[in-house]
Nanobody, 124 residues
Framework: QVQLVESGGGLVQAGGSLRLSCAASGRTFSSYRMGWFRQVPGKEREFVAAVIWNSARTFYGGSVKGRFTISRDNAKNTVYLQMNSLEPEDTAVYAC?????????????????WGQGTQVTVSS
């Protein structure tokens, strides 16, 4: 089992920035592909970003590309999501996820482990 704990969510004004963190347990963190998803009640969970184990590739959902940046620090077993130019439409619960299987990072079914999520609220 892998435990994932998100932090860094909160309330921010439109146009502001926020950085989320996801701390993972275990000594094999560097082998995992990590992703961020977000969800609003009544809507499907949306892919936000992902990064492979050595950070050689990153992936972004179309609605956040150019504004959000995913990164990881394997020495700290932590993945980050830097969110800039936030918009009210970014309001959601953000959850990180992990997989050690070589499947598409875009789909939630590819991930085996999930954090509980952290709330991000962007006010007008």
């Amino acid at each position: 089992q892998v435990q994932l704990v998100e932090s860094g969510g909160g309330l921010v004004q439109a146009g502001g920035s926020l950085r989320l963190s996801c701390a993972a347990s275990g000594r094999t963190f560097s082998s995992y592909r990590m992703g961020w998803f977000r969800q609003v009640p009544g809507k499907e969970r949306e892919f936000v970003a992902a990064v492979i184990w050595n950070s050689a590739r990153t992936f972004y959902g179309g609605s956040v590309k150019g504004r959000f940046t995913i990164s990881r620090d394997n020495a700290k077993n932590t993945v980050y999501l830097q969110m800039n130019s936030l918009e009210p439409e970014d309001t959601a619960v953000y959850a990180c996820a992990a997989t050690n299987r070589p499947e598409s990072v875009y789909y939630r079914g590819s991930y085996d482990y999930w954090g509980q999520g952290t709330q991000v609220t962007v006010s007008s």
